[in-house]
């Protein structure tokens, strides 16, 4: 008898599981009301993996000055994609673990709808000494739902000893000059079987940033300011066209369909690229190379003057479903003021969301491209700032590559773009 | 995974241990409370999980609201709309997965077996330094899959080892057939070990004195391979290539990791799953789960009941055939 009633209990105990598992997942009516940021305490700030090592020293200097609201360092992985995901599951299952979360600049709109992120109040923050396109990616309908804390731009490295040898002056500030200016230089014999041109074309978010560039260098849009796609354009026919027309007679080397950022970095140092656009992490790398002194940056060419980067960087929000959002409130202040950022620049080389910080003669002697920088970031064109950000990349990426590939002109890649990402913002 | 939802049916009826007859109407009891933790595990592990993918498969992804610009807290109910959508809309897209599934399980799962039966054989060997040989096969297999996505990553780039050694220029991570070939190669790399260290186990039990029978008996090396060894190691091997092809089927980090995510030459039925999955539409996700967990399924089923892989029944009908050939 009592093994029958154990057997039965088992059975039952099994199906009880799966009816409260059942139940309990259905919950979730979400908050409602304006976020109150009331509550003091320990908190935690997540982020990517710190490779730098300057995080935890200014984590250790805030929870020295405030004992009783310790942060703790949580550190996801590298990829942003693998952090994206952590950071939505800790939402959904609507966990207090994570406080203040470190968003990557596309980020914000998706976040800022689900109500993962709370609003935050646009006085408590130095706003208006930050860059504007900078402090544009924190917003999502007007409203403020992260603070800045660190910035990046698309800036043209190019090869000063080669360009001065061949008798060009400047560096190119459209794209007809930079082919002009290849022509010159691979005359050179030391310029033999050197390209001309080089991004990131790889199919993957890179692609995106440097389709983008390239129709905003054009004077063309991905997408306006409010996220309704407008891409069918005769501009942003021009802007792609420059990518394919450059692929197909040999300006962008062939093999430049596989290049990410490290395969174009290794080119370039190398000496098989003239040109090449990249971030500025690549400045003191190839500092260390074989073209030490040999270059310089310049900001990215376009049709008719200079063009317009993309921009990367990361903003700090707060979870929605998070404890001692008071704390959270401090410590973005903290993480974002001015000094902690010059920290973070000197240390890290992590751009600055501060305009001041980019003329400071002390860090240009540091960083010369600094002044190049920000000129690319105060000219730059957020990617576009939609909800569903991931289908709209991925669309875009879809088309720009059917079209560099060659197995759609660009006339029908831009058309099937707009239906694409249309019918992706729509859902 | 795929054996599990056959074994779970088992405790909703209450009486099939007393019913196997001989046994003791005690002993069936006793036989319960057993079984009962495992069924208890699987329960909770597998047949819930499966359950609550199926009911998740049946709704939409969250709406935004147009005016508000937030995004609602419930999914809609969408019946079979998920699956609707699959095989209309995004079909074409689902059909090229399902191929290219299909196709890698075929292609990976034959030059396995093949390739991982002479591992086996050499490995079987004895001969000097058979110890370093047997550790060097093995180590692809050691090797975690998104690590040897990246190594082949480095070996397939542009100015890679691939090319240097084919005095070619390839892009091997572009569209095209070049990225199956360079999926399929690191795959084969990788697991063919696998299925050679299974059929190694298989040979281990295979008694010395068959073969010099058969030796006596006048049969070339050709002909015992044929007729003593394959015969032998056939419950093995069988085991090996179903587990083989489950994994095939639901292959997902090395073409994602090696020639990267929306590549068409190389997008996975998983891949599709986890392309919804990260754009917050659970639902959809789950329908692509639930059609990749149903073909698992079948080709499992398949493989039981048409190759007779013994996988229940212990090697029973694996000694029977042996104790034929002594005889």
Not at chain 1, 35 to 52: L, M, N
Not at chain 2, 147 to 156: A, Q
Request: charged share 20%.
């Amino acid at each position: 008898m009592t093994t029958r009633t154990t057997s039965r209990a088992a059975v039952i105990t099994a199906a009880g599981l799966l009816l409260t598992a059942c139940g309990s997942s259905d919950g979730g009516s979400g908050q409602a009301g304006p976020p109150s940021f009331e509550g003091r305490g320990p908190i935690t700030y997540v982020a990517g993996k710190d490779t730098t090592g300057t995080v935890q020293p200014m984590l250790d200097r805030w929870n020295a000055a405030h004992p009783k609201e310790k942060v703790t360092f949580i550190q996801l992985p590298t990829d942003a994609d693998a952090q994206r995901q952590q950071m939505i599951q800790n939402a959904e299952t609507k966990s207090d673990a994570y406080t203040v979360l470190s968003l990557d600049v596309v980020w914000t709109s998706e976040f800022a709808a689900h109500r993962w992120i709370d609003r935050l109040p646009d006085k408590r923050f130095p706003l208006g000494k930050m860059l504007k396109p900078v402090v544009e990616t924190a917003r999502y309908r007007g409203g403020l739902y992260a603070v800045p804390a660190s910035s990046d731009g698309g800036m043209l490295y190019y090869r000063t000893d080669l360009l001065k040898k061949a008798g060009v002056a400047a560096p190119p500030r459209t794209w007809d000059e930079m082919t002009a200016a290849c022509a010159e230089v691979r005359k050179l014999p030391e310029a033999k079987g050197m390209s001309c041109y080089a991004g990131q074309f790889q199919k993957y978010e890179g692609l995106t940033v440097n389709f983008a560039e390239a129709v905003n260098s054009a004077g063309g849009t991905v997408a306006d300011a409010a996220g309704k796609p407008d891409v069918d354009t005769p501009e942003a026919r021009k802007g792609l066209d420059f990518l394919v027309r450059s692929f197909r007679d040999g300006t962008i080397p062939k093999k430049a369909i596989t290049y990410q950022e490290e395969d174009g970095r290794q080119a370039f140092q190398s000496g098989k690229v003239l040109f090449l656009r990249n971030w500025p992490y690549v400045y003191s790398l190839a500092q260390k190379s074989g073209v030490k002194g040999k270059f310089a940056v310049a900001p990215l060419p376009g049709l008719n003057g200079p063009g317009s980067s993309s921009l990367g960087g990361h903003n700090m929000a707060v979870s929605t479903t998070a404890k001692n959002k008071a704390t959270a409130l401090d410590f973005i202040e903290f993480m974002t003021n001015e000094k902690n950022t010059r920290t973070l620049l000197e240390d890290a080389s992590v751009a600055p969301p501060y305009a001041a910080l980019y003329d400071d003669r002390q860090l240009i002697g540091q960083y010369p491209y600094l002044p190049v920088l920000k000129e690319s970031i105060v000219r730059a064109v957020p990617r576009p700032r939609v909800v569903p950000y991931g289908d709209v990349t991925a669309a875009v990426q879809q088309e720009a590559y059917a079209a560099l590939n060659g197995d759609k002109n660009s006339a029908q890649a831009l058309r099937d773009l707009q239906k694409a990402l249309s019918k992706a913002v729509a859902r | 995974m795929t054996e599990a939802p056959a074994q779970s049916e088992a405790p909703t009826p209450a009486g099939p241990p007393v019913r196997r007859g001989r046994a003791s109407a005690g002993a069936g009891r006793l036989a319960a409370l057993l079984v009962s933790p495992t069924l208890l595990v699987l329960t909770v592990v597998v047949l819930y999980p499966t359950l609550m993918a199926l009911k998740e498969s049946l709704y939409g992804a969250k709406g935004l609201d147009p005016a508000t610009g937030f995004i609602s807290d419930t999914e809609p109910f969408v019946g079979l709309g998920n699956y609707a959508e699959i095989f209309g809309d995004a079909g074409a897209r689902f059909w090229n997965a399902f191929w290219n599934t299909t196709f890698f399980t075929v292609v990976t799962v034959g030059l396995e077996t093949v390739i991982g039966v002479a591992m086996a054989l050499i490995m079987h060997k004895a001969f000097k330094g058979r110890g370093l040989v047997r550790a060097g096969i093995l180590v692809p297999w050691a090797v975690p899959t998104a690590i040897s996505g990246l190594l082949w990553r480095w070996i397939f780039n542009s100015d890679g080892v691939a090319n240097a050694l084919l005095g070619q220029q390839i892009l091997w991570t572009t569209e095209g057939v070049h990225a199956k070939v360079a999926v399929i190669v690191a795959e084969v790399w990788k697991t063919a070990p696998f299925i050679g260290l299974l059929v190694l186990a298989g040979l281990q039990v295979i008694p010395t004195e068959v073969y010099e029978a058969a030796r006596m008996d006048g049969a070339r090396a050709a002909r015992r391979f044929w007729h003593i060894t394959l015969p032998l190691v056939k419950p093995a091997l069988l085991v090996a290539v179903l587990f083989r092809c489950m994994d095939a089927l639901r292959m997902f980090d090395l073409p994602y990791i090696l020639v990267g995510a929306q590549k068409h030459s190389v997008e996975t039925l998983s891949m599709l799953a986890q392309n919804e999955a990260s754009n917050v539409r659970f639902g959809p996700a789950s329908a692509y789960a639930v059609i990749l967990f149903l073909y698992v399924f079948l080709i499992a089923l398949a493989f039981v009941r048409l190759l007779g892989a013994d996988l229940v029944g212990g090697g029973r009908a694996g000694r029977r055939r042996r104790t034929e050939v002594t005889a």
